[in-house]
């Protein structure tokens, strides 16, 4: 498994922008896939967002598609997850995992990180 460490959460007003990042400690972090996933209080686990590994394709849920941005930097060994027009229901837990490929399914990826609380509220 990875060790993965979230960082750039906080509280943002609606229409205000965050940048999180998603740090691993792995010398082959080129080869793993990142992903986001949010869980807000009460509700399920989601996926927001995934990159591949190799060619740096990204993936976005349709809710945060032209809001959201993902990147990677593999020098750094971090994603980053730049969220802009943020809504007051874009307000959860936001968590990154790692595996070989991007997953449906929270399920299916073998490293997490601790998550970053991110509030969007006047």
């Known amino acids: 498994q990875v060790q993965l460490v979230e960082s750039g959460g906080g509280l943002v007003q609606p229409g205000g922008s965050l940048r999180l990042a998603c740090a691993a400690s792995?010398?082959?972090?080129?080869?793993?896939?990142i992903a986001w996933f949010r869980q807000a209080p009460g509700k399920e686990r989601e996926g927001v967002s995934c990159?591949?590994?190799?060619?740096?394709?990204?993936h976005y849920a349709d809710s945060v598609k032209g809001r959201f941005t993902i990147s990677r930097n593999n020098a750094k060994n971090t994603v980053y997850l730049q969220m802009n027009s943020l809504k007051p229901e874009n307000t959860a837990v936001y968590y990154c995992?790692?595996?070989?490929?991007?997953?449906?399914?929270?399920?299916?990826?073998?490293?997490w990180g601790q998550g970053t609380q991110v509030t969007v509220s006047s």
């Open positions: 990159i591949d590994s190799s060619d740096g394709s990204p």
């Open positions: 792995t010398v082959t972090f080129d080869y793993y896939a």
């Open positions: 995992a790692a595996d070989l490929i991007c997953y449906n399914d929270y399920e299916g990826f073998s490293s």
